[in-house]
T-cell receptor, first 114, second 113 residues
Framework: QQQVKQSPQSLIVQKGGISIINCAYE??????FPWYQQFPGKGPALLIAIRPDVSEKKEGRFTISFNKSAKQFSLHIMDSQPGDSATYFCAASRAGGSQGNLIFGKGTKLSVKP | NAGVTQTPKFQVLKTGQSMTLQCAQD?????MYWYRQDPGMGLRLIYY???????DKGEVPNGYNVSRLNKREFSLRLESAAPSQTSVYFC????????????FGDGTRLSIL
């Protein structure tokens, strides 16, 4: 079974700090790496995504860093705010065929303390 | 703009009972998905429908059936509920299956006693 391994399981950060969540994957054929954000009682929502032809993508305070050779990618949240407190899931997929479905990591629960 | 709508939001069943979870999307998406979410397990794909008229098994299909009723609607049926099926169920849709953002509903919280 293809896997996406996510760490840490939980993370506590002070307001204004940097939150970093890491993911590692096994299948080198994966070509799409999204991050989803989920608030309690809600469904996950796409936060930011990257494809392997770039090493970094930034959207506001959220940045994905991608290391193709290490088969790792990470989410950085700059200037973390209490409103960022949520569960974050990384995922990976490959276009086409049976591998076209998203494989999700197990999630990281982020708490940002005021 | 509703997006993905799931009904019911909460349900309690007894072991052996059956029920159908409903999902509808209004974004004219071709692909739809059913996931279950359990503590510490992330999201696991139960079944998906790449396009209207097709359905395929995901990672954890045992004990479930699905129907793609039309382009908008994709239902999940538990024929004989078991306590191991206690979970939060999410429906999602995307424009197509190839590396497209998935839009999720707010889930159905299902408890089986």
């Amino acid at each position: 079974q293809q896997q996406v391994k996510q760490s840490p399981q939980s993370l506590i950060v002070q307001k204004g700090g940097i939150s970093i969540i890491n993911c590692a994957y096994e299948n080198t054929a994966f070509d799409y790496f999204p991050w989803y954000q989920q608030f309690p009682g809600k469904g996950p929502a796409l936060l930011i995504a990257i494809r392997p032809d770039v090493s970094e993508k930034k959207e506001g305070r959220f940045t994905i860093s991608f290391n193709k050779s290490a088969k790792q990618f990470s989410l950085h949240i700059m200037d973390s705010q209490p409103g960022d407190s949520a569960t974050y899931f990384c995922a990976a997929s490959r276009a086409g065929g049976s591998q076209g479905n998203l494989i999700f990591g197990k999630g990281t629960k982020l708490s940002v303390k005021p | 703009n509703a997006g993905v709508t799931q009904t019911p939001k909460f349900q309690v069943l007894k072991t052996g009972q059956s029920m159908t979870l409903q999902c509808a999307q209004d974004m004219n998406h071709n692909s739809m998905y059913w996931y279950r979410q359990d503590p510490g397990m992330g999201l696991r794909l139960i079944y998906y429908s790449a396009s209207e008229g097709t359905t395929d098994k995901g990672e954890v299909p045992n004990g479930y059936n699905v129907s793609r009723l039309n382009k908008r609607e994709f239902s999940l049926r538990l024929e004989s509920a078991a306590p191991s099926q206690t979970s939060v169920y999410f429906c999602a849709s995307s424009k197509n299956r190839d590396n497209q953002p998935q839009h999720f509903g707010d889930g159905t919280r299902l408890s089986i006693l």
